[in-house]
């Protein structure tokens, strides 16, 4: 006979083994789904993937208890055609979607069936809590009333945003689609084109800045941060940078306090770690990188708070957190906050090449983590994933059929996010200001009709990887995008155009 310890670690490693791998049955699974969705944070800024000078410990935990996957991406390279993917299963192209003002109409087609849309079908509550940046109204919003269509619109049950990002205006909290806190005898005008004598204006009061800024960002003045845009009225509806974090996070955990007996779906969308990045005190010097440094550790406090909320509620073995971001890093996006200078020896993309804006690795490929543990064993996958796949393989966990119409670029992959299966995507497609296709370990870049890169990209001191010849890398021996192999594999070059001619103009190319 065994001795009795023995029997009872024996005991325990099964108990862990079943609760670790428990087999769920597909199409009947109801988790609650958690997508934590951070701003401009790149493959390397966390510490299970190499961050220097700054400490990730409750993503690091996620990803112990999950699984972290080494080559999962982002649409695009950008953060509203990202978003507009995530949401819709198709492609930002399709819709000619881009980088919009603070004032810009809602860019998701109402009649789509989008990703809340598909999980409410499915018995779900749906929330978004946090940056929206997909627009919001008809083409003139009213900010002094309820702001249609938005979130409610396209799936959301219910919506708490900051309506573009934080460097645009209206600096306001919108709830249900309606202005927190406003007072409606100093009602709030938002204008791009035009000046509006609300607030200071950047150009004209530097000393009032907290932190100065390119061109771009000379707009109205509000918590002594220049935006982009000109607002004036909603005095007392004005947020201050310090204490979004926070705000964001309470309101986070009060819809998983409100859902929490029945199957929800929360989109948590954080604004860090984009800029203006304004660290609330409790992470000033949280890193040795300075404010972007800061916020990374300030947005690893809001992933830690959101997890303990679920284990005080015991629903974290049920449900399903992703955490991922919307686009690459940058380290210099317009307001001057030290992050090339105090960057040292961190490299926020990891060893690959690009950023933001760029169509190099860097600017899609993402720190993604799936943590689910009724259903999922902790390790490791370096399957080929898009987040645009997302929509599909969530509607085949929950058993909802898609419709021809619904997320036309949504692959189903449901097996792979899970890690029960090594392989994900043939091809994954990769937007930025050009096209870039991935087969395996090619990439390939689609030449430009000019290689001229725009000043303002040039400012940013992003390579975006223009090239009017084409593109070809082999990642695994080269996954920092170094040397062009384009000369040396014409078949794979033109066999990759082909496929790329596919998705960018199928009626053309059958």
Not at 83 to 101: D, V
Not at 306 to 326: P, Q
Request: neutral net charge.
């Amino acid at each position: 006979m065994f001795p009795v310890t023995n029997l009872l670690l024996s005991f325990f490693v099964l108990n862990a083994f079943l609760v670790f791998a428990q087999e769920i049955k597909i199409g009947k699974e109801k988790p609650n789904i958690v997508l934590i969705y951070v701003d401009d944070l790149g493959y390397g800024d966390i510490g299970v993937n190499g961050a220097i000078g700054v400490k990730t410990p409750n993503i690091d935990k996620l990803a112990i208890k999950g699984i972290n996957f080494t080559d999962a991406h982002a649409t695009a390279a950008t953060c509203t055609p990202s978003r507009y993917s995530l949401l819709t299963g198709q492609y930002a192209f399709r819709n000619k979607a881009h980088i919009i003002n603070g004032d810009a109409p809602l860019i998701i087609d109402t009649e789509m069936r989008t990703l809340p849309d598909m999980l409410k079908d499915a018995g779900y509550t749906t929330g978004v809590v946090g940056k929206w940046h997909l627009g919001l109204g008809n083409g003139k919003a009213n900010w002094n009333g309820t702001v249609s269509p938005g979130p409610k619109e396209v799936g959301f049950d219910y919506s708490f945003l900051i309506p573009a990002t934080g460097d645009r205006v209206p600096t306001v909290y919108l709830e249900n689609q309606k202005v927190v806190g406003l007072d409606l005898n100093d009602s709030i005008a938002v204008s791009y084109t035009t000046r509006l004598d609300g607030y200071p204006i950047g150009t004209e009061h530097p000393e009032l800045l907290k932190q100065h800024t390119d061109g771009q960002h000379l707009g109205s003045i509000t918590n002594g941060i220049s935006r982009i845009g000109y607002m004036k009225g909603g005095k007392s509806a004005l947020w201050i940078d310090e204490e979004i974090p926070f705000v964001l996070t309470k309101k986070a955990n009060s819809f998983v306090d409100i859902n929490k007996k029945n199957p929800f779906f929360l989109f948590f969308s954080l604004h860090d770690i984009h800029q203006p990045r304004i660290a609330n005190i409790k992470f000033v010097e949280a890193s040795i990188m300075g404010p972007r440094g800061d916020v990374i550790a300030q947005m690893d406090w809001c992933v830690g708070q959101i997890i303990e909320k679920l284990e005080k509620l015991n629903l974290v073995n049920n449900t399903m957190i992703i955490f991922t971001s919307d686009n690459g890093p940058i380290l210099d996006d317009g307001y001057l906050d030290y992050a090339r200078e105090l960057v040292g020896e961190h490299k926020p993309g990891g060893v690959y090449r690009g950023s933001k804006y760029s169509i190099y690795e860097a600017g899609t490929r993402m720190p993604t983590i799936i943590s689910w543990p009724k259903a999922i064993r902790p390790g490791t996958s370096h399957a080929l994933l898009s987040q645009v796949d997302l929509y599909a393989s969530l509607a085949k966990l929950v058993g909802q059929k898609l419709k021809k119409e619904d997320a036309v670029d949504s692959e189903e992959h449901l097996k792979a996010w899970l890690g029960k299966k090594t392989k994900g995507r043939e091809i994954l497609l990769e937007e930025a200001y050009a096209f870039g296709l991935r087969m395996n370990d090619f990439k390939y870049i689609m030449p430009k009709k000019s290689n001229k890169i725009p000043p303002w990209i040039t400012r940013k001191f992003v390579d975006p990887g223009f090239s009017i010849e084409p593109q070809l890398f082999n990642l695994k021996t080269d996954p920092s995008e170094s040397k062009n192999i384009a000369s040396e594999h014409p078949d794979m070059v033109n066999k990759m155009q082909r496929l790329l001619n596919n998705i960018l103009e199928p009626n053309e190319s059958k």
